[in-house]
């Protein structure tokens, strides 16, 4: 069998950094990651730094000179016979980064773009292109089993809110994926995930790190209007990369195509706080309400049918689980 080597942009970030400890843990080959920390640290993947099969760079993506370094570094492996994979983690993404169009172009788009063109360069088996839920936009749920990967969309635009450019930008990526498998310059897919969340979150700028937080700090939490009717599902970042690995060993999944990876867990932010409360020995905590965003969906439910009947991929961390594991007081983790 062929020696793999995986390269994962954004690797100490949610996804990349749970990717790779998956791939280290599982016996691959090797992993070649880097980050710029534009949104992590190094600490995300402190436990697998000294492994030999991990090779750490703090490299940014938009950085011509470096990527060439990691590319050249990449194609003698291939000349040497080892089998190459990328995965792009790297992408601007939280909440008050999406409304920062230039940022978003140059790291999504742009970068993204370049790190694909370099996949097929080195001549690597396939790219995992990170896309985004986002891209449902205005129509981001249904009640027939939620939206499905091939849905029209309803987008918000410019006149409605900037925060759209994340999604546009991501949207123009799996155009990107797309057109280069049919060129057969390359296997791969895009992934639209869903409110991934993590043990390890740095800032507390997502919903689960936002309100566990704030009961820690403050005994309260203050939450935008919109909470006051919001629902959402969450993706343990231990199941986000199940996926990324699942699609990655279907080679007929590869089809330059798009899947939906979320949970069917759905909970409104309010019971959420409450859920999080709970756990914490804080019942019926305090909810402020304060401010109001823009074209934010009320609900987002993807249908997930078509990357489970493609690979053998499910969800395995449900929430309450997943919310003990942040809290640190999970039990069944090894
Ligand atoms: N977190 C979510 O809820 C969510 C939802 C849907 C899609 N996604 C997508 O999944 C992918 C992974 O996101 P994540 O949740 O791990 O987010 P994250 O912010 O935790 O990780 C992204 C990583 O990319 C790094 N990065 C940013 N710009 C870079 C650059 N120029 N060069 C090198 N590294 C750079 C950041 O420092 C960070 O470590 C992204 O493409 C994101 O758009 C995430």
Known sequence: MKRKVHVISGVTGMTGNELARQLVRDGSNLVIGFDNFFASSIDSVADLIEEENFKFFEYDLNDEEQMNQIGSMVKKLGEEGMEIFYVNCAAVVHTEHFYKVENTFATNVVGMKRFLDQAIEVGARAYINCSTSEVYSMQSWNDNGGVRESDYLVLATAEHSQRTSYAVGKLLTEFFMKDAVDKG????????FANVYSNHELYPKHIIPHIIASLKNRGQVELLENSKRNKRSFLHNI?????????????????????NVATDEEISIVDLVKLIGSKMGI???????AGYRASDPERRILNTDKIRQRTCWEP???????????LGIDKEKK
């Open 185 to 192: 310059l390359i296997r791969g897919c895009s992934i639209r």
């Open 316 to 326: 395995v961390v449900n929430l309450s689980r997943g919310l003990d594991m942040c």
């Open 283 to 289: 019942e019926e905590p305090a909810i402020l309400f």
């Open 239 to 259: 199941d986000s990369c199940r996926a990324v690995l699942a699609l990655l060993n279907v080679s007929e999944a590869l089809d330059g195509s798009v899947y």
